[in-house]
């Protein structure tokens, strides 16, 4: 079954760290770009974080640049998003999603990841 | 990068046709093919409706269709029904690897 499972989530502090992870099953990373997309309660949706099919290339959203990082481990076919010097604006919950190509960036999510920044 | 403009909300009633409109500018929508739409249930995940401006995924209705015009894109559904009550996203490439939404609207089946 083709899915996607993100873990890692919780309440931090201002100023916090945090590591999210999201598992995929029924295809490899290896071959498919990713991202990670966010949505503050309530609100719509924000891109965030992009890695190329062969893990070379990463790009991040202006609002993040700096302070977090994708990557992942291609030996546990996982999907990382390390966030540091966390705010009260990061607050939202956080998806994973699969690029078929790049026409097509979102053809799978995950069910999400929430993150709560409060002191 | 600013978020693609859509109307905050929209509604119809069962079996009318309704559409939403996302205005972006030449460097998104009016740039690429690359145009998304996105529907959300309450307290769910995205789901990928419309890719490549009118292309569906594999299981989902024709009665959801995407066109664009210069840097605005739309989604058309007909026949509503009552499970379409959903937030909508549309989402389009905007720059080197670089994504924009749009801020959602609320559709109401009445």
């Known amino acids: 079954q083709v899915q996607l499972v993100e873990s890692g989530g919780g309440v931090v502090q201002p100023g916090g760290s945090l590591r999210l992870s999201c598992v995929a099953s029924?295809?490899?990373?290896?071959?498919?770009?990713m991202h990670w997309v966010r949505q503050a309660p309530g609100k719509g949706l924000e891109w965030v974080a992009f890695?190329?099919?062969?893990?070379?290339?990463?790009y991040h959203a202006d609002s993040v640049k700096g302070r977090f990082t994708i990557f992942r481990d291609d030996s546990k076919n996982t999907l990382y998003l390390q966030l540091s010097s966390l705010r009260g604006d990061d607050t939202a919950m956080y998806y994973c999603?699969?690029?078929?190509?790049?026409?097509?960036?979102?053809?799978?999510w995950g069910r999400g990841t929430l993150v709560t920044v409060s002191p | 990068q600013s978020a693609l403009t859509q109307p905050a909300s929209v509604s119809g009633s069962p079996g009318q046709s309704i559409t939403i409109s996302c205005s972006g500018t030449s460097s998104d929508i009016g740039s690429n093919n690359a145009v998304s739409w996105y529907q959300q249930h309450p307290g769910k995940a995205p789901k990928l409706i419309i890719y490549?401006?009118?292309k569906w995924p594999s299981g989902v209705s024709n009665r959801f269709s995407g066109a664009k015009s210069g840097n605005t894109a739309s989604l058309t559904i007909s026949g509503l029904q009552a499970e379409d009550e959903a937030d909508y996203y549309c989402?389009?490439?905007?720059?080197?690897?670089?994504?924009?939404f749009g801020g959602g609207t609320k559709l109401t089946v009445l």
């Open positions: 490549e401006v009118t």
């Open positions: 999603a699969k690029e078929d190509y790049p026409a097509n960036p979102f053809d799978l």
């Open positions: 989402c389009s490439h905007a720059g080197i690897r670089h994504w924009v």
């Open positions: 029924g295809f490899s990373v290896t071959n498919y770009a």
């Open positions: 890695i190329r099919y062969d893990g070379t290339l990463t």
